[in-house]
Nanobody, 117 residues
Framework: QVQLVESGGGLVQPGESLRLSCVAS????????VGWYRQAPGKERERVAS????????SYSDSVKGRFAISRDIAKKTMYLQMNSLSAEDTATYYC??????????WGQGTQVTVSS
């Protein structure tokens, strides 16, 4: 079993930055793909970024490309999401997740990000 715990959310003003962290524990497969999703009230969950075992297998949604950066430290079993130039449209609950096989099988509890002036 894998446990994922996010941190780093909060309230920021438009244009500011935040860095989210996700620490994994349990039976970790370090070579699995991990990623960040977000869900805003009344909207479907959206995958914003994912990363494979190395920095070369990275993808972003069009809505965050150029502003967000995903990274991972396998030795620390930690994944990060650096979020820059935040806007109100980025307000959501952010979840980290890990793939097992073809499914996003493991999820954190979520951390709230609110962008407001």
């Amino acid at each position: 079993q894998v446990q994922l715990v996010e941190s780093g959310g909060g309230l920021v003003q438009p244009g500011e930055s935040l860095r989210l962290s996700c620490v994994a524990s349990g039976s970790i497969a370090d070579m699995n793909i991990v990623g960040w999703y977000r869900q805003a009230p009344g909207k479907e969950r959206e995958r914003v970024a994912s990363i494979g075992p190395n920095e070369y297998h990275v993808s972003y949604s069009d809505s965050v490309k150029g502003r967000f950066a995903i990274s991972r430290d396998i030795a620390k079993k930690t994944m990060y999401l650096q979020m820059n130039s935040l806007s109100a449209e980025d307000t959501a609950t952010y979840y980290c997740a890990q793939k097992y096989g073809s499914a996003w099988a493991y999820w954190g509890q979520g951390t709230q990000v609110t962008v407001s002036s």
